[in-house]
């Protein structure tokens, strides 16, 4: 594999795609001192390991990479060699801009992409939860890569879609392997806790059943399924009792208003919670409250 | 019709089951709620969640399964899990979430007063083993190190308390489960004022006391309008889980134990006379007014086996655990009795009886170069039913038992039933219904109308549906090793506390 290094603004295969900010092949054969020192990365950076084993110290976690692994830093992660240089091997390496970083880590990857907001969302939460930078052995990446590579240099119609294509595909692949291997799919009752401590954290969210599914690595229906026989609930009903479990503790601190609690525990209205919170509990909000400030 | 319907708020969830008057199950659902721990030792639930989580359910459950069929609810009958605390300030609002018997906080407390001759009084008075389990221990927590909680704390309640003021408004407190709580004299059937004063509280200050088969107060208008149920419908306070699985499981007279073993598991045996022992080892807790469940209550029940297959087994898809435990115990049934001298010391979250002690951790002795994957995982089933044995063991000190009736997820296994009759060298029977603390509550409702004179003529009337005969050649087997078994566990004391403690370093 020939070496090749492309980056802006000045490699001209890069035009029309501002968003890869570098996109390149290396191999290092001679250690140099200083040379991988600490960072924090202002983009997307994976790289992929195709020969020698590199020692590097992402967020604070030091990792071992062999050649199939690979390594994704997220914008706003620290990065560095272990010892502070860049280990003898080959990286395969694309470095991918983002528009900006919102709360959550939602991540705003420009117009080029061809994923909804939803699955940004979702792949953003995912990364930034998976607390795994590296992902082992996924030669499916360097497939990828070589094909963005080839659609870059030899230009042929359609390789601008084409190549963006690839990059949507490159967050895919990489969210799910990281799922995968954060909980290994075996103690449902696990990986459904710390769900429902995401959920929790962020109950204003109007959380989708896909982003719930994803966050345990299954696909929507199997999600469903699964949650419903283990909670009885389907996710959006469990969600439902988590919400309005919450506002019922904040109905009982008197200084919060009713629209403010509906709105914080994620109902789309204070009417939609009036409603809810009735066919649930058998009280209106406003009844609940005074029910329970009447006494002593 | 009428019917009864009896609500668990069991450790992981909510069961529901519907009985009409002769004892059959009409239907029955379920519903789970999460356990938090936000600290290692630390074991707690969402109070709001749980109700809010039976509500749903109930609702549910009589929309789809009970008033179509047009059955007509006589009673509610409420089990829960024993040693939950729950402070409320003056509105009854939580202050803070429901700390669960896993809790392990008050283990200093524990220690201090286990090692104090106060600790062998409580003990002998209120029937609670000392342990951090004990609410007693946990209010004592609480005021040394959350004295915020402790003292806008107006009343310390158990969780069923807590849901029976949701539904009732009244503060109430069953005989059975308070007898859990550390802080009742079981012979007295009044709050022991020494724990009390330990604890740093007063009388007003706990919720009031009151027969199993009481009827607190109406439910709520709100209540019976949403659920559809009339002004008539009774409440009844109900019991524990543990006095209710033992009652349900038809174990009555001396000479008969139950076992429970689900994630975590018990030995109990009913009796007018509590079991007595200088070494603390059992708990004595009331069922009603007459009668007392004893036994000893163990950490490694099937959780042990859950991890087990979690990290070794075999997983066909995605979370299927189920699968995955089928076939570890089969493969497990392709290796003899004492698994060719595998064994296992089943203390990955310490032990409560008989060790009685936190420390405790699990291992694997004996390994020889022969033995395979599959002697792993029958040793491992056997580690935890020789350790529900040397419960047995103990309460067969006191009384003699000539057979055994079993209930819980685990235990009712037919692999595992079949294995308990082998190690005791008893008969073991199971019951015909899916949940026995289900049907004890059925039981005791059932006396409170008069359908039953008694509680005795009550547990008569549940049918045996199984017996698993033992087997003496494989217990003279499981007999040899079970020695082993013990000697280990208790020799390794010393060496449980040193790994124990380069635990908490790491």
């Known amino acids: 594999m020939n070496q090749f290094f492309l980056h802006q603004p000045h490699s001209k295969e890069l035009f029309g795609f501002p968003h890869i900010l570098e996109f390149a092949i290396r191999k290092n054969s001679t250690i140099q001192l200083n040379s991988l020192s600490s960072i924090t990365s202002d983009c997307i950076r994976i790289y992929y390991v195709m020969e020698g084993k590199f020692e590097w110290v992402i967020q604070e976690r030091h990792s071992i990479l062999y050649p199939g692994d690979v390594a994704v830093i997220l914008p706003g992660q620290t990065f560095q060699g272990e010892n502070d240089f860049l280990d003898i091997g080959t990286l395969f390496w694309i470095h991918i801009k983002v528009d900006r970083v919102e709360k959550n880590m939602h991540l705003v990857l420009g117009k080029w992409s061809g994923l909804s907001e939803s699955e940004r969302l979702t792949i953003g939460r995912v990364l930034h939860l998976s607390q795994m930078p590296v992902l082992v052995k996924m030669k499916s990446i360097q497939t990828i890569l070589q094909l963005i590579q080839t659609e870059l240099f030899q230009q042929q119609i359609g390789y601008a879609t084409r190549v963006n294509q690839l990059m949507d595909e490159l967050l895919i692949l990489i969210a799910r392997q990281s799922t995968m291997q954060s909980n290994l799919q075996r103690d449902f009752p696990q990986a459904f806790v710390k769900l429902e401590q995401e959920l929790r954290k962020n109950l204003a969210h109007q959380w989708t059943v896909e982003e719930m599914a994803a966050m345990v690595g299954l696909g929507t229906t199997a999600f469903t399924e699964k949650v419903k026989s283990y909670t009885g609930f389907s996710p959006l009903n469990y969600l439902i009792n988590i919400r309005i479990s919450e506002a019922i503790k904040l109905l009982r601190k008197d200084d919060v208003k009713v629209t403010a609690i509906a709105l914080d525990t994620g109902f789309y209205s204070s009417q939609h919670f009036s409603t809810t919170f009735k066919k649930l509990t058998g009280y209106t909000p406003g009844e609940f409250r005074k029910r329970d400030s009447l006494k002593d | ?506």
């Open chain 2, 1 to 506: 019709m009428e019917c009864i319907i009896t609500i668990e708020l069991g450790t992981n969830g909510v069961r529901l089951f519907a009985f009409d008057l002769n004892g059959n199950v009409i239907n029955s659902t379920k519903a789970s709620y999460p356990t938090f721990h936000s600290e290692p030792d630390y074991s707690e639930q969402d109070p709001e969640q749980i109700f809010i989580t039976m509500l749903y359910v109930l609702k549910n459950f009589l929309i789809e399964s009970i008033h179509p069929q047009r059955y007509k609810v006589q009673s509610i009958c409420f089990i829960a899990s024993m040693h939950s605390l729950l402070a409320v300030d003056a509105h009854g609002a939580p202050l803070g979430n429901v700390i669960t018997w896993a809790d392990n906080r008050g283990k200093k407390e524990a220690l201090d007063l286990k090692n104090s001759q106060l600790g062998t009084k409580l003990y002998e008075a209120t029937g609670t083993p000392i342990h951090p389990m004990s609410p007693l221990l946990k209010i004592l927590w609480l005021k040394k190190n959350d004295s915020h909680r402790f003292e806008q704390a107006y009343k310390f309640l158990t969780l069923k308390s807590y849901i029976l003021h949701q539904l009732t408004g009244d503060y109430v407190i069953d005989y059975s489960l308070a007898s859990a709580t550390g802080l009742l004299n079981i012979h007295t059937l009044k709050w022991e004022t020494q724990a009390l004063d330990y604890a740093g509280i007063t009388v007003d200050r706990l919720p009031e006391l009151c027969s199993v088969f009481t009827t607190p107060g109406k439910l709520r208008k709100e209540y019976q309008t949403s659920l559809g149920l009339s002004a008539n419908t009774r409440i009844i306070i109900g019991s524990s889980d543990g006095c209710m699985a033992t009652l349900g499981a038809g174990v009555w007279g001396d000479d008969k134990a139950t076992i429970t073993i689900e994630d975590s598991g018990a030995v109990r045996v009913v009796g007018k006379q509590i079991l007595r022992d200088d070494q603390k080892r059992f708990f004595n807790y009331l069922l009603t007014e007459n009668y007392y469940i004893s036994g000893g209550p163990t950490n490694s029940g099937g959780v042990i086996f859950d991890w087990f297959a979690n990290q070794f087994g075999e997983f066909k898809g995605p979370f299927d655990l189920e699968y995955t435990i089928e076939t570890l115990i089969h493969e497990a049934s392709n290796v003899v009795a004492g698994s060719e001298g595998l064994l296992f010391l089943p203390y990955l979250l310490g032990e409560r009886a008989p060790l009685w002690n936190p420390n405790a951790r699990g291992s694997y002795f004996g390994i020889n170069i022969k033995h395979e994957r599959k002697h792993f995982i029958r040793a491992t089933i056997e580690g935890i039913l020789y350790e529900i044995y040397s419960i047995g063991k103990m309460v067969e000190e006191h009384r003699s038992i000539n057979s055994l009736s079993v209930n819980g997820s685990f235990a009712a296994i037919p692999f595992c039933s079949q294995l308990i009759a082998d190690i005791f060298n008893k008969p073991v029977s199971t019951i015909n219904k899916a949940n026995s603390a289900g049907l004890g509550a059925f039981l005791l409702t059932a006396t409170d109308m008069g359908i039953y004179r008694s509680l005795d003529e009550a547990a008569k009337s549940v049918v045996f549906h199984e017996t698993f005969r033992p087997r003496h050649h494989d217990h003279k087997i499981y007999a040899q090793y079970y020695q082993l078994f013990e000697r280990l566990s208790l020799k390794l004391e010393a060496e449980f506390e040193m790994i124990a403690k380069l635990q908490q370093i790491q």
